[in-house]
């Protein structure tokens, strides 16, 4: 799981590229959410900030992983964090939180993440040969 495809015991996250991106992004989040109005701070507020927090922490317990199956499973998790942290962006715009371009900075962001996350995860499924490729991403 770590930048130099190895595969033994615990790996540090910290080494990927997608976690590092994930990492920025969750600043971002937590920027763009203080502003939000108090009456969102358990809403849309928590939410955004928990989805993107869980995106690295999925990544982050998937390297600690001991099996490639296992590893999957947690980026899939975080790729579904993804999913929801974008429909919770657009919500956010619908409801003036946010503005256009904001929604389009943060979306990029996302963007490249969630396409990170997915190249990864193309290299953590065996192969026809049953040979696992490249785990950097």
């Known amino acids: ?28 989040i937590y920027r763009a959410t203080a ?21 690295g922490s999925n990544i982050a317990e998937g390297c600690g992983r001991g099996t490639t199956a296992d590893t999957l499973r947690f980026f899939q998790m975080a790729f579904g964090s993804t999913t929801e942290l974008l429909h919770q962006l657009i919500t956010s715009l619908d409801l003036g939180y946010l503005s256009e371009a904001k929604l389009r900075q943060l979306d990029e962001q996302l ?14 499924r065996p192969n026809s ?3 696992h490729a490249d785990r950097r991403a």
Do not use: Y
């Open 1 to 28: 799981c770590d930048a130099h495809g190895s595969s033994s015991g615990m790996q540090d996250f910290r080494k990927l590229e997608v976690w590092q991106l994930n990492r920025k992004l969750t600043v971002e």
């Open 35 to 55: 502003g939000f109005p108090p009456t969102e701070r358990f809403g849309l507020t928590a939410q955004m900030r928990s989805a993107s927090v869980s995106i």
């Open 111 to 124: 963007e490249t993440v969630r396409r990170k996350l997915a190249a990864f995860m193309r290299r953590l």
């Open 129 to 131: 040969t049953g040979v």
